[in-house]
């Protein structure tokens, strides 16, 4: 391996799998206890009558978390509220979460079709997110900088070479069995980082392709973990980590790293999985004996699936006509379960239990 100089393409990045111990006795241990935690967290989620109904909630902190890793900030509230309202979207923040969020159901939809991780979704993917402007660097240039300004690593060049390192990444993922599939997550990870093979994007991407791999190893069915969440409390960790393995062959720090961010992100998930069930529960019976004729199971169903609703969900989902969905709705806010406010011309009701789980850290 020749020596790597940061300020000079990277085309010497070796192929996977590594020449490290990649099985080290901490690496084990820690693959085991995070293995347990995401088995716990999927399991739960297999087991929720109705998985389905939190998971446009769930993408959406993901895809706002993994914004938010690249400096795009916009607060719950404005996310949520935008994504029901019916007025244009103008915020490019906003603009810019929504479309991680088409890009990871994107990805999500390709593995039902093809159950592999290949060159050709990495680039579906990043052009959802870039909204078309991007694909494989076919121009020299492209180099990763420190907050002060300083290169600190510059990707390989060549469009040849980079695809052809892609095709390697493609080839260990699909095909090398014989590795825990946490640690290959960790290992996949830093090598398309490392490929960086486009000219923005490639942490967004990285991060909806660990899901993607979570999922089409049978490790979480349902990709409802908010790995982003710990990056982003780990950040400086995280690029040091990157560094290490490039500069000095420093695996086993780094895939500790990863599967930490699996541990706690699974630990923390179901924790939150928990409370917003038994909300439900609690806000469900709470209507029910409060407001029998309001309550059905259907309209609290509605009331959990994102945190802004408004007349039309309920209409749409036949639980009543404009006038009695109205009426609902009133009635809810008049004994404290929703809250209303005004977009523009609208009128959107905000369940702000869901909205304060959500936002606890
Ligand atoms: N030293 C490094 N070696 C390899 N990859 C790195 C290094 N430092 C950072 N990276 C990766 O590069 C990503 C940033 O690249 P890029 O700007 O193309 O992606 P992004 O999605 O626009 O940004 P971000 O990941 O910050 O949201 C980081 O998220 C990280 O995964
Ligand atoms: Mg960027």
Redesign the pocket.
């Known amino acids: 391996m020749s020596k790597f100089d940061r300020k000079i393409p990277y085309n010497d990045l070796p192929l996977l799998p590594p020449k490290a111990d990649i099985e080290t006795k901490s690496i084990l241990r820690k693959t085991i206890s995070a293995g347990r935690a995401l088995a716990q967290l999927n399991g739960t989620l297999l087991n929720l009558p109705n998985p389905t109904l939190f998971l446009d909630t769930i993408y959406l902190q993901e895809a706002k978390a993994?914004?938010e890793?690249?400096?795009i900030i916009t607060t719950n509230d404005e996310l949520y509220k935008s994504l029901v309202a019916d007025r244009k979207i103008e915020n490019s923040a906003i603009k810019e979460v929504l479309s991680y969020k088409e890009a990871l159901w994107l990805g999500l939809e390709q593995l039902k079709k093809k159950p592999f991780i290949t060159t050709n979704l990495c680039v579906s993917i990043v052009q959802c997110?870039k909204q078309h402007t991007a694909s494989i660097r076919n121009t020299p240039g492209t180099t990763?900088s420190n907050t002060k300004g300083e290169v600190?690593?510059t990707?390989p060049s060549g469009e040849k070479v980079i695809r052809e390192k892609l095709v390697n990444l493609e080839t260990f993922i699909n095909e090398s069995e014989n590795i825990d599939p946490l640690i290959k997550m960790a290992l996949m990870h830093?090598q398309f980082?490392?490929i960086?093979p486009?000219?923005?994007?490639?942490?967004?991407?990285?991060?909806i392709l660990l899901l993607l791999y979570l999922k089409l190893s049978g490790l979480l069915n349902t990709p409802a973990i908010y790995l982003s969440e710990y990056i982003i409390k780990h950040k400086a960790d995280?690029?040091q980590k990157?560094?290490g393995v490039?500069e000095n062959n420093k695996w086993e720090s780094y895939i500790l790293y990863m599967l930490d961010m699996i541990e706690e992100t699974s630990s923390k998930g179901l924790e939150r999985l928990n409370k917003i069930t038994t909300t439900i529960a609690t806000t469900a019976n709470e209507i029910k004996t409060k407001l029998p004729k309001v309550y059905s199971k259907d309209l609290v169903e509605i009331l959990f699936r994102l945190p802004y609703t408004k007349r039309r969900h309920l209409i749409d989902e036949h639980i009543g006509n404009p006038k009695t969905v109205g009426n609902y709705l009133q009635t809810l806010e008049e004994n404290g379960f929703l809250k209303s406010v005004k977009v523009g011309k609208e009128k959107l009701y905000l369940n702000q239990r869901l909205l304060k789980i959500l936002e606890e850290k």
């Open positions: 993994s914004s890793v690249e400096n997110i990763l600190i690593y990707p830093y980082e490392a960086h486009f000219s923005d994007g490639n942490g967004r991407t990285g991060r995280y690029y990157l560094r490039t």
